[in-house]
């Protein structure tokens, strides 16, 4: 996978330290969604990352793709619109092709990571007729204390709804203690946790296809 460009394929399962391009399963079925999956955190052994390949192997039959947020410059209003760079016309591409955006993101300083706040804001404009209007968003946060991450939660809930995005009703997907969650080799080891996440992910994906059901045919 070409992160950057957003294009799926990898193979095999994600170990953290692995390269991005192992994050995304092969997508095997014609009839798909395209998932994007925004991280909060870029390094080696992420577990926000972790998180995703596990949420990239539960949507295997969709296709899912990984931004490489990190590489996009901050923001300037002076360089969006016409002189946005090429890799946030690329990134604000992927916002508007995708069907469903799933976040993953620690807390920073009881809020959310400059990383992923910035790519928002990049998306987010045109204020209010953006990419990421009407878009599905579902949220999980992370963290090695027993709130996992609620405030960043918050922050972001708060965010998705001035871009006017289809937040995901749902019992919040925090993940506490995330350390004890995963074993000595990097993978999702705590059966409640990969439960937890099985369920809010077929919650989400139900609330997906509610809302395309539910668009008027034009
Ligand atoms: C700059 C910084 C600020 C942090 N602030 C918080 C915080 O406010 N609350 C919290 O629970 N954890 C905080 N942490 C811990 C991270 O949330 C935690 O290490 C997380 O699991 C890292 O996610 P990652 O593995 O995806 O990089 C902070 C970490 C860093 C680097």
Same mark, same amino acid.
């Given at each position: 996978?070409?992160?950057?460009?957003?294009?799926?394929?990898?193979?095999? #399962?994600? #170990?953290?330290? =692995?390269?991005?391009?192992?994050?995304?399963?092969? &997508?095997?079925? =014609?009839?798909?969604?395209?998932?994007? $999956?925004? %991280?909060?955190?870029?390094?080696?052994?992420?577990?926000?990352?972790?998180? $995703?390949?596990?949420?990239?192997?539960?949507?295997?039959?969709?296709?899912?793709?990984?931004?490489?947020?990190?590489?996009?410059?901050?923001?300037?209003?002076?360089?969006?619109?016409?002189? !946005?760079?090429?890799?946030?016309?690329?990134?604000?591409?992927?916002?508007?092709? &995708?069907?469903?955006?799933?976040? &993953? %993101?620690?807390?920073?300083?009881? %809020?959310?990571?400059?990383?992923?706040?910035?790519?928002?804001?990049?998306?987010?404009?045109?204020?209010?007729?953006?990419?990421?209007? =009407?878009?599905?968003?579902? $949220?999980?946060?992370?963290?090695?204390? $027993?709130?996992?991450?609620?405030?960043?939660?918050?922050?972001?809930?708060?965010?998705?709804?001035?871009?006017?995005?289809?937040?995901?009703?749902?019992?919040?997907?925090?993940?506490?203690?995330?350390?004890?969650?995963?074993?000595?080799?990097?993978?999702?080891?705590?059966?409640?946790? !990969?439960?937890?996440?099985?369920?809010?992910?077929?919650?989400?994906?139900?609330?997906?296809?509610?809302?395309?059901?539910?668009?008027?045919?034009?």
């Amino acid at each position: 996978m070409a992160t950057g460009a957003g294009i799926a394929g990898g193979v095999g #399962r994600y #170990r953290p330290g =692995d390269s991005r391009e192992a994050l995304i399963p092969p &997508c095997n079925k =014609d009839r798909t969604m395209k998932i994007l $999956l925004l %991280s909060g955190s870029f390094r080696k052994h992420s577990y926000s990352l972790a998180l $995703l390949g596990v949420v990239a192997e539960s949507l295997a039959e969709h296709r899912c793709e990984l931004p490489d947020l990190d590489q996009l410059p901050l923001y300037n209003e002076d360089r969006s619109g016409d002189h !946005r760079p090429e890799s946030v016309r690329q990134f604000q591409q992927q916002v508007d092709d &995708c069907d469903a955006m799933v976040v &993953c %993101s620690p807390e920073y300083n009881h %809020s959310i990571p400059a990383v992923l706040k910035n790519a928002i804001d990049w998306a987010s404009r045109p204020a209010f007729h953006s990419p990421l209007k =009407d878009k599905p968003v579902t $949220l999980i946060t992370q963290a090695p204390s $027993l709130v996992g991450g609620a405030r960043a939660q918050a922050h972001l809930k708060l965010v998705f709804d001035s871009t006017l995005s289809r937040l995901h009703p749902c019992h919040e997907m925090m993940i506490a203690d995330v350390k004890a969650k995963f074993d000595e080799h990097g993978q999702l080891a705590d059966d409640h946790t !990969r439960k937890r996440l099985a369920r809010h992910l077929e919650d989400f994906m139900g609330f997906v296809d509610g809302l395309a059901k539910s668009q008027p045919v034009s």
